[in-house]
């Protein structure tokens, strides 16, 4: 039997959430609609450059990170799982976390006065957005040669260390990366996320080509 990760600490709100929703008329789609709400107007408060702006797109961006826990959650309680919603959930992951960084770099570029944070921005939503292009290619090959998903393997414990990287930098994007993000900006330091997005986004991309490299030659 598969191993799985360590339990993310996002769950801790999202399990209480969950149980208020799961009495509601809300839809898992519905919710992962609403993740993308508040994703998005986490990602405008962050471009606006003022302290206390970032400060509400963190907390929103919390909220975000809940409901799209909660979103599966519910999918399975009310048996709502389809392969439609898998790819909306994901979908949606790409586009708030390429507006976050976009938004990021916009408003420390704004408050500091230099642009090369507003491309630092621009690089890591590209690396993003690569990321979510080729998983998708990745995870067509897999179905058509019979493999199991990237998604379905999201939560085995990584073998080898391009594995482990690979694991290390999609946990560091997802999971409890909102709690960094809320860290970061309480203290205002939230720039020190943009030169890591930016590089990590390449080396996520790469190390993953690396790894379907070796799967394909095996």
């Known amino acids: 039997m598969t191993e ?20 509601t008329a809300f839809t898992a ?7 993308l709400i508040f994703g998005l107007s986490a990602a405008w408060f962050m471009s606006r450059g003022v302290h206390r702006a970032a400060l509400i797109g963190a907390l929103l961006f919390v909220i975000c990170y809940v409901l799209d826990n909660c979103d599966g959650e519910i999918a399975r309680l009310k048996n709502q799982c389809t392969t439609f919603g898998r790819h909306f959930d994901t979908a949606v992951d790409w586009i708030v976390h390429t507006a976050f960084f976009a938004g990021l770099g916009i408003g ?29 290619v990745l995870n067509r090959r897999d179905r058509n040669s019979g493999d199991v998903d990237l998604e379905d393997r999201e939560g ?24 960094l993000v ?10 020190v996320l943009l030169p890591a997005g930016a590089i990590g986004a390449q080396v996520y991309w790469l190390l993953l080509l690396v790894k379907s490299a070796r799967s394909f030659k095996a």
Request: aromatic share 14%; with cysteine.
């Open 156 to 179: 085995a414990r990584p073998d080898g260390w391009v594995q482990g990287l690979i694991f290390m930098f999609r946990e560091l994007a997802r999971a409890d990366f909102c709690f």
């Open 4 to 23: 799985k990760s360590p339990f993310p600490v996002i769950r801790a709100l999202s399990r209480p959430v969950t149980e208020i929703l799961a009495g």
């Open 29 to 35: 789609n519905q919710i992962t609609a609403h993740s």
């Open 108 to 136: 420390v570029a704004r408050s500091s006065g230099d642009e090369l944070w507003w491309w630092l921005g621009l690089v890591a939503a590209g690396g993003g957005t690569i990321n979510y292009a080729l998983g998708l």
């Open 182 to 191: 809320l860290g970061l900006a309480v203290f205002d330091v939230l720039w």
